[in-house]
């Protein structure tokens, strides 16, 4: 077809067009690129309490079965360095979240309020902490450690209480040498003699020691933390304060993402193992499994839950675990309840597990 322009004027309302027909176009193209942006997944950096181990498995099911994808976000894992290390690494903002120790979170919000992250899914309400010793150990109560040697990781939860139960069980800390070790180490040290006693979290050092040919029925004994008056929380949870107030939504539904993965772990632990063994095929499965199912049974199983549902707090208890905490480390404020935890941002009371 030929087409015939007469005239200037033709040729100028020709140039009109084409100039608005391309202004249109680079809108369009900026709104593509705009609504790209806006439905693009919000990212979450997530540091665990420790490395690969079968009650991690909630985790990664939410992340293969896609409940986090699903929540409109992209979930990176991290392995930990102990319960107590995650605190300072989402407090820095290295992670957006992280799993730890909730005595250790609460120093930091009466040090560092500002700074602190803030619990918002309590994982392991039951307290974990032990001193483990060997079964024929003359240490029979914690009383019995003075003058002996006790060793943990750096960042070790019950280690970081250790003033807390001395305080409770009228212990000298300075007649208790304390030493760092690696964290495979802890067992070898232990049964070879080189410490005394151990801190540790029961379902650790019971699999570790296992995997190790250490049958912890007959080789080991436990000091438990909770049998000495510290009905204390343990892993919880949180997330940074800059993360909550810009992604509340996002806080929202990692959590939904979780109980979704909590409950299918739950009912088949099995394939919470696969999703472990998949991420560090080196693992003994059998044993990763037995810890899964141990730490349901046992770390999340508090008779509370029946009432408050799991992931939340009986304030009245955390009260008394804030206190404990405060009292033994001499912080400069006492934290409240809802400065620690805040259970605004959890599935509905109804949709989530009473029993396990």
Do not use: C
């Amino acid at each position: 077809m030929t087409m015939f322009f007469s005239g200037p004027r033709a040729w100028r309302s020709l140039s009109v067009r084409i100039r608005t027909a391309g202004a249109v176009f680079g809108l369009g193209a900026a709104l593509l690129m705009v609504s790209g942006a806006a439905l693009a997944d919000t990212p979450i950096k997530l540091v665990m309490s420790w490395k690969y181990e079968g009650p991690q498995a909630f985790y990664y099911i939410a992340q293969d079965k896609g409940y986090f994808k699903a929540e409109g976000l992209d979930v990176s894992i991290d392995q930990g360095e102990g319960s107590s290390a995650s605190v300072p690494k989402v407090a820095a903002g290295a992670y957006d979240a992280g799993v730890g120790d909730t005595s250790a979170l609460i120093q930091m919000v009466a040090r560092e309020p500002a700074q602190a992250p803030k619990a918002v899914f309590m994982m392991y309400n039951t307290p974990p902490f032990v001193i483990a010793v060997k079964a024929d150990s003359s240490i029979k109560t914690p009383k019995d450690l003075e003058g002996k040697t006790v060793g943990a990781p750096a960042g070790d939860g019950a280690l970081k209480l250790f003033p807390a139960l001395a305080k409770q069980t009228g212990i000298d800390p300075l007649k208790v040498t304390l030493t760092n070790m690696a964290p495979n180490l802890r067992e070898q040290l232990l049964m070879r003699g080189q410490v005394d006693a151990v801190f540790g979290y029961l379902t650790t050092i019971t699999f570790s020691a296992k995997a190790m040919g250490i049958d912890p029925a007959t080789q080991l004994r436990f000091i438990r933390y909770g049998d000495y008056g510290m009905d204390l929380y343990s892993n919880a949870i949180f997330f940074s304060q800059p993360f909550i107030k810009a992604h509340p939504d996002a806080v929202r539904g990692f959590l939904t993402a979780l109980d979704k993965a909590i409950k299918d772990v739950v009912a088949d632990p099995e394939a919470g193992v696969d999703a472990v063994m998949k991420r560090e095929p080196l693992l003994k499965r059998d044993v990763e499994l037995a810890k899964l199912k141990t730490a349901i049974a046992t770390d999340m199983s508090h008779p509370e839950i029946a009432r408050i549902g799991l992931g939340d707090v009986d304030e009245e208890r955390l009260d008394k675990n804030i206190a404990v905490v405060v009292d033994t480390n001499a912080l400069p404020a006492t934290p409240s309840a809802d400065a620690v935890f805040d259970r605004s941002f959890l599935p509905p009371r109804d949709t989530r597990l009473s029993a396990l």
